[in-house]
């Protein structure tokens, strides 16, 4: 997948940026605070309808103006080419997708039709941070990977939620709960199993891409190892009936524990990834170094696992990458990334283009000053 034109309107700090890519590497670079970041946002927005941070759609929206625009023209590797529009109005908050000049209904049907994988310095906390934070890296994944994948993700919230506020409500008070949640509970046990299988084989897959990519990284021998711990009994036999009555006995069993306290505890929402050198947990022991290579070897096997499940390369999107590594290790991860796909960097050193890129060809260089680009 190449995107070959984007254009902002109203976009954060963009009034009117328009940007003829290169199917290489597209290098964006400019002082602090100037609308970098704010691109690979945009992009980001293209291929899955949203921000990368957890942010309203109003905030993306220009101070002061009354909703913004992107447009991408995007070109698949079979030659295929995608005009994607996006339109936000602020005041009525509503969102319209355009493909190929054809309205279509819901934002969300772009996820997965345009792979994109993004490194932005908040996303230490997959290495660092929470249970949650590496939930969401699998979801955000999984759901680009596989659509079936998503739409079980999506009804299986909903669930989640409705689940959840019967036994919120009806806690110590209504002994009829198990009623109310049995005509729910054969579907969300489906989904949890389902979404678990996904997981489960997705991590398998990712760990073999991550050993190779980790010890690249880092010129070492040191083995990168992923484990998920799930509440939902699905290592072995996945998909057999015994599996199924396995699942229901545990998912039957948690059933006093979520009338006390009033919440589902069950399922892949309590799941946690665990990631791991050798044989120490990374979020607790690996050194800073350790953690940013590990992560940036995520990344990479994630576009090499996209690549094999769509069959399209997909967006490499950098942001900040000479801040966040040494200047080796991010003049190596160059290398890797640049013979992926293409790729989107940003960075405040103007000098790179020449320092880290002049032997590759085709990249570009952008200048970005106060939300406006120009090409150096
Ligand atoms: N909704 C908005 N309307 C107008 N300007 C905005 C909006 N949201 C953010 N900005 C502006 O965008 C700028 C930040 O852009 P961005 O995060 O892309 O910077 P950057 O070039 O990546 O900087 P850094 O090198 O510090 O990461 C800030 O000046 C901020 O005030
Ligand atoms: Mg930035």
């Not at 309808?49 to 698949?76: C, E, H, M, T, W």
Request: net charge neutral; charged share 25%; with cysteine.
């Amino acid at each position: 997948m190449k995107l070959e034109k984007l254009s902002l309107s109203g976009f954060r700090n963009h009034i009117a940026t328009n940007i003829v890519c290169s199917p290489t590497i597209n290098l964006f670079v400019g002082k602090n605070g100037q609308g970098k970041t704010n691109i690979l946002e945009a992009i980001t927005y293209l291929s899955i309808g949203k921000s990368f941070f957890s942010v309203p759609d109003n905030n993306l929206v220009r101070r002061g103006d009354a909703g913004f625009l992107i447009y991408g023209s995007f070109k698949s590797d079979n030659g295929s080419v995608y005009n994607v529009g996006i339109r936000y109005t602020g005041e009525n908050k509503k969102k319209e997708l355009r493909i190929n000049n054809k309205d279509e209904e819901r934002v969300s049907s772009l996820v997965g039709m345009f792979p994109v994988v993004i490194l932005y310095p908040e996303q230490h906390s997959i290495t660092n941070g929470g249970p949650a934070e590496r939930r969401r890296f699998m979801d955000m994944v999984l759901s680009q990977a596989h659509s079936s994948y998503f739409e079980m993700l999506t009804e299986y919230r909903r669930l989640l939620r409705q689940r959840n506020a019967i036994l919120g409500e009806s806690r110590q008070r209504d002994h009829r709960v198990r009623d109310m949640l049995e005509p729910w509970d054969e579907t969300f046990l489906e989904y949890a199993v389902g979404i678990t299988v996904y997981r489960n084989n997705f991590i398998k897959e990712l760990e073999t891409y991550l050993k190779n990519n980790y010890n690249n990284i880092i010129t070492g021998s040191e083995t990168p190892v992923l484990r998920y711990e799930s509440s939902v009994p699905v290592t072995e036999g996945i998909g057999s009936d015994e599996q199924k009555s396995k699942a229901y006995e545990a998912f039957a069993e948690t059933f006093d524990t979520e009338r006390r306290y009033g919440t589902t505890v069950f399922g892949p929402h309590r799941d946690e990834l665990v990631l791991m050198i050798n044989d120490f947990e990374v979020r607790k022991y690996a050194s800073q170094g350790q953690q940013k290579s590990f992560l940036v070897a995520l990344k990479i096997s994630e576009s090499q696992y996209l690549l094999e499940k769509r069959n399209e390369q997909p967006l490499i999107l950098l942001d900040d990458l000479f801040g966040e590594l040494d200047r080796e290790r991010s003049n190596r991860v160059l290398e890797l990334t640049s013979g992926m796909g293409q790729t989107f960097v940003t960075s405040v050193d103007e000098t790179i283009g020449k320092t880290h890129y002049s032997s590759l060809n085709g990249h570009i260089q952008f200048n970005v000053s106060e939300g406006a680009v120009s090409n150096v």
